[in-house]
């Protein structure tokens, strides 16, 4: 099958809030007052929170019936550890990003403890945002005039 | 500084979609109906590249005066490579997730194509999305029953 291209494109609205518009969809982002921002949205970290744990979520729901897991219901929970001196530079030894990541599964479902352990093993290998940033994609920058 | 704890709750909607709270905010993912969705909003590996864009968007507005930059206006739009053999399982030699990210600055600045070209490399090493992604975390995932 040919390579599928997904595009996000991110406006900057006021002040450091920016809306990102996919095809029909639009996400406001912003950060809280304590941060310099108007607290219209979730910031960039917890975003990528979202976008990890909507990812596990739907992978353990398409996935189940074929790999035999009788899935009554799946709830994510993810927890990013951050620290704020590596943004901000004062620690060059702190990571800018996340350090971990956690992802707690609630699973109820008709198996033994085993199998869910196995099944959720499969659905973390085959979500593609935590293989994203399990597995460093190439990244390529460029910088055009604004249009 | 003490280390941040951010947090992200996925719940199962109907079908794959999802609902991601995050303190006051909540955020729906879907896929389009052709992958077996209800297309009520972007998909995960969309929201990641919302994320990417918003946080490199945010960086960019928020070093700029620091760091020299006379910036007037900033869109960054992001691509994502993606193979659905991978995620498939139709070729185990492809990528589940993305495996090229390209982010492209629109940048209405006062300043050299030189100063501009240096400022977004210094956004790109800021930008806590892109180094969580670029270095990877250590990722850790717990079972429990569902509650």
Same mark, same amino acid.
């Given at each position: 099958m040919a390579k599928k291209i997904y595009k996000a494109t991110v406006s900057s609205v006021e002040g450091i809030e920016v809306n990102s518009h996919v095809r029909d969809f639009d996400f406001t982002l912003d950060e809280p007052i304590s941060s $310099? $921002?108007? *607290?219209k949205g979730m910031n960039p970290v917890e975003a990528l929170l979202s976008a990890l744990g909507g990812c596990e979520t739907m992978v353990a729901k398409s996935f189940a019936k074929s790999q035999g897991i009788l899935l009554r219901n799946v709830k994510v929970e993810v927890q990013g550890e951050f620290d704020p001196d590596g943004y901000l530079g004062r *620690?060059?030894?702190?990571?800018? $990003?996340?350090?971990k990541l956690t992802s707690t599964f609630y699973i109820d479902a008709d198996n033994t403890e085993e199998e869910v352990e196995k099944y959720i093993d499969f659905v973390t290998k085959h979500c593609p945002v935590h293989d994203t940033i399990e597995n460093a994609p190439v990244f390529e920058d460029k910088v055009v005039p604004f249009e």
């Amino acid at each position: 099958m040919a390579k599928k291209i997904y595009k996000a494109t991110v406006s900057s609205v006021e002040g450091i809030e920016v809306n990102s518009h996919v095809r029909d969809f639009d996400f406001t982002l912003d950060e809280p007052i304590s941060s $310099g $921002g108007t *607290n219209k949205g979730m910031n960039p970290v917890e975003a990528l929170l979202s976008a990890l744990g909507g990812c596990e979520t739907m992978v353990a729901k398409s996935f189940a019936k074929s790999q035999g897991i009788l899935l009554r219901n799946v709830k994510v929970e993810v927890q990013g550890e951050f620290d704020p001196d590596g943004y901000l530079g004062r *620690n060059p030894d702190a990571k800018v $990003g996340f350090s971990k990541l956690t992802s707690t599964f609630y699973i109820d479902a008709d198996n033994t403890e085993e199998e869910v352990e196995k099944y959720i093993d499969f659905v973390t290998k085959h979500c593609p945002v935590h293989d994203t940033i399990e597995n460093a994609p190439v990244f390529e920058d460029k910088v055009v005039p604004f249009e």
